[in-house]
T-cell receptor, first 112, second 116 residues
Framework: EAQVTQNPRYLITVTGKKLTVTCSQN?????MSWYRQDPGLGLRQIYY???????DKGDVPEGYKVSRKEKRNFPLILESPSPNQTSLYFC???????????FGNGTRLTVT | AQSVAQPEDQVNVAEGNPLTVKCTYS??????LFWYVQYPNRGLQFLLK??????LVKGSYGFEAEFNKSQTSFHLKKPSALVSDSALYFC??????????????FGAGTQVVVTP
């Protein structure tokens, strides 16, 4: 089954404790992206990757890191999480710029 | 820079009545426009897109959208709403060649409530 898999689904952590949210797709998509969803703000793009070893900042990259060493994986790294990063995070992938995004089921992160 | 606006936080409609969810955008060049739907506790699902061609685009679950270049709008429509259409709807835009191809801007979302 074609899918984007994010892990974990739920994560509660404390300020400053490094964490990684994994994202993997099995559709051989070139494009991958991370978003955060907050009430009233919709989805805001954090980082995106047009291909392996190519990543670029979205609208809200501060406090986040990404890497794209393999085509299928695009992990999101929070090296020192803060409470304002409490949010619902989505990973997505697509074949190209005109193609629709396939979304993962989301990761609900709480930073205390 | 590209932007997208969904002017209504919530749209209420009775089952069987027409449903419209509004979206306006701002981009340089020709836009790539998308609609996505989010059901409770789920990820987003693609409904339809406009890139070029016919201004009326048909998509999944009986939805359609009309691209209006002069009004920079891309409203989502359904002739007869179902209770199961109750969800959060997002409009998204990707800008033309002068914007980064990788940046995709989403609206704030419109909650649709369909009552029996």
């Amino acid at each position: 089954e074609a899918q984007v898999t994010q892990n974990p689904r739920y994560l509660i952590t404390v300020t400053g404790k490094k964490l990684t949210v994994t994202c993997s797709q099995n559709m051989n998509h070139e494009y991958m992206s991370w978003y955060r969803q907050d009430p009233g703000l919709g989805l805001r793009q954090i980082y995106y990757s047009m291909n392996v070893e190519v990543t670029d900042k979205g609208d809200v990259p501060e406090g986040y890191k990404v890497s794209r060493k393999e085509k299928r994986n695009f992990p999101l790294i929070l090296e020192s999480p803060s409470p304002n990063q409490t949010s619902l995070y989505f990973c997505a992938s697509s074949q190209g710029v005109g193609s629709p995004l396939h979304f993962g089921n989301g990761t609900r992160l709480t930073v205390t | 820079a590209q932007s997208v606006a969904q002017p209504e936080d919530q749209v209420n409609v009775a089952e069987g009545n027409p449903l419209t969810v509004k979206c306006t955008y701002s981009v340089s060049g020709n836009p790539y426009l998308f609609w996505y739907v989010q059901y409770p506790n789920r990820g987003l699902q693609f409904l339809l897109k406009y890139i070029t061609g016919d201004n009326l685009v048909k998509g999944s679950y009986g939805f359609e959208a009309e691209f209006n270049k002069s009004q920079t709008s891309f409203h989502l429509k359904k002739p007869s709403a179902l209770v199961s259409d109750s969800a959060l709807y997002f409009c998204a835009v990707r800008g033309g060649p002068t914007d980064s191809w990788g940046k995709l801007q989403f609206g704030a979302g419109t909650q649709v409530v369909v009552t029996p």
